[in-house]
């Protein structure tokens, strides 16, 4: 269980099991009810490192108090949080084996060293065979679903590094017709210039007209060639091609994991240079990546604010953090990334979930 998981559980086993004791007719005395509400919660604290420990432990402490008549309801429901530790832990078999053993020892106790009525057995057993029924299935759930978020989350890393290598080749293959088209804008070039250059040069003292005609010419295809130069070379530097198209594929992908994504563009965003463009895509990537993987989110709203100088990226989730996002979730990458193109990026939670907020300056 995560932090915020695992004190929850204790919160609700401190109110859980003297509120439930008093509905199944169970409390004994307030003071003996509030230490067992407390010995379970504080177990509950450490089941996310020893889940199988605590459960033990939490089933010991039931069964003794009820053998001992300290409380006179509940063999199993007490000790849930632990149940739900240890499936989130992943062995649902052993929370299912043990939760049966525990019924079936009440059972016998409730049946022949103690024992009640079958109705009585079977509305206090059966409801707790329910109960454990509906946590052990929810928490299963629970745990499915944070397992398929991360490998959504995985695959949505892995097909932008396979987009990423792909444009790569693709750009690779680009620059190299760009340089057998500079060689033949060069060559090309070269030879018309030469030419009129040598009809120039024999006509410069008889026909200085053509001459001159012949000159103006090599000028005009020295200009074209030099225009066609400028782009092609122009291409051959450009690091990365602007990656802001490619958002809405990336949200779609973030979408197909089960989040609600929202986007919205404010702006013209046609004058933004490749570069801001690229680290708009990064920010926006990393923090939908991050919020699939930890942030147990529903919604996520991305927004892009274009101004005349500078590219505003806004992407908030409604998911809970126990603080701002670790080296390791990629804030540093994101950082670095605006930060050198002179920009600033924070984030953290906020009042209604967590907030990843970057400005970067659009400069020529």
Same mark, same amino acid.
């Given at each position: 269980m995560t932090t915020n998981?695992?004190?929850?559980?204790?919160? $609700?086993?401190?109110?859980?099991?003297?509120?439930? $004791? %008093?509905?199944? #007719?169970?409390?004994? +005395?307030?003071?003996?009810?509030?230490?067992? %509400?407390? !010995?379970? %919660?504080?177990?509950a604290l450490a089941a996310r490192r =020893?889940?199988?420990?605590?459960l033990l432990i939490s089933f010991c402490t039931v069964a003794?108090?009820?053998?001992? +008549?300290?409380?006179?309801? !509940?063999?199993?429901?007490?000790?849930?949080?632990?149940?739900?530790?240890?499936?989130?832990?992943?062995? $649902?078999?052993?929370?299912?084996?043990?939760?049966?053993?525990?019924?079936?020892?009440?059972?016998? =106790?409730?049946?022949?060293?103690?024992?009640?009525?079958?109705?009585?057995?079977?509305?206090h057993l059966g409801g707790e065979a329910l109960w454990v029924a509906a946590a052990l299935a929810g928490a299963s759930a629970y745990r499915n679903t944070l397992r398929w978020r991360a490998e959504m989350a995985h695959r949505i890393t892995q097909d932008e590094q396979r987009r990423r290598l792909e444009a790569s080749r693709r750009r690779a293959e680009e620059r190299v017709e760009i340089a057998r088209d500079l060689h033949d804008v060069v060559s090309h070039t070269l @030879?018309?210039?030469?030419?009129?250059?040598?009809?120039?040069?024999? *006509?410069?003292?008889?026909?200085? +007209? +053509? %001459?001159?005609? *012949?000159?103006?010419?090599?000028?005009?295809?020295?200009?074209?060639?030099?225009?066609?130069?400028?782009?092609?070379?122009?291409?051959?530097?450009?690091? &990365?091609?602007?990656?802001? &198209? #490619?958002?809405?594929?990336?949200?779609?992908?973030?979408?197909d994991a089960g989040l609600d994504v929202?986007?919205? &563009?404010?702006?013209?965003?046609?004058?933004?240079?490749?570069?801001?463009?690229? @680290?708009?895509?990064?920010?926006?990537? &990393? *923090?939908?990546?991050?919020?699939?993987?930890?942030?147990?989110?529903?919604?996520?709203?991305?927004?892009l604010r274009y101004a005349p100088g500078s590219v505003l990226v806004d992407v908030h989730d409604d998911g809970a953090a126990a603080g701002p996002m670790a080296d390791g979730h990629g804030i540093s990458g994101m950082r670095e990334r605006v930060a050198a193109l002179g920009g600033a990026l924070t984030a953290g939670p906020v009042k209604d979930g967590f907030t990843v907020r970057a400005t970067i300056p659009i400069t020529e």
């Open positions: 998981l695992t004190r929850t559980a204790a919160v $609700l086993t401190l109110v859980g099991v003297p509120t439930g $004791l %008093a509905l199944t #007719g169970g409390l004994g +005395e307030t003071v003996l009810v509030g230490t067992l %509400a407390v !010995g379970l %919660a504080g177990l =020893w889940p199988l420990g605590v003794a108090w009820r053998v001992a +008549e300290l409380i006179t309801a !509940g063999w199993l429901w007490p000790a849930t949080a632990a149940l739900v530790a240890l499936v989130l832990a992943g062995r $649902l078999r052993t929370a299912i084996i043990a939760s049966a053993l525990m019924l079936f020892w009440g059972l016998t =106790w409730d049946t022949f060293v103690h024992p009640h009525s079958p109705d009585w057995v079977l509305a @030879a018309v210039v030469g030419v009129h250059l040598n009809v120039a040069l024999d *006509s410069f003292d008889d026909e200085p +007209e +053509e %001459a001159k005609a *012949s000159l103006r010419l090599a000028q005009e295809v020295r200009g074209r060639a030099m225009t066609d130069l400028k782009a092609l070379v122009g291409v051959l530097r450009e690091g &990365e091609l602007p990656a802001l &198209e #490619g958002l809405e594929r990336l949200i779609g992908r973030v979408r929202s986007f919205d &563009e404010v702006g013209d965003p046609v004058e933004v240079p490749a570069p801001v463009a690229t @680290a708009v895509h990064r920010v926006v990537q &990393e *923090s939908l990546t991050n919020t699939v993987r930890h942030a147990g989110a529903t919604r996520v709203r991305v927004t």
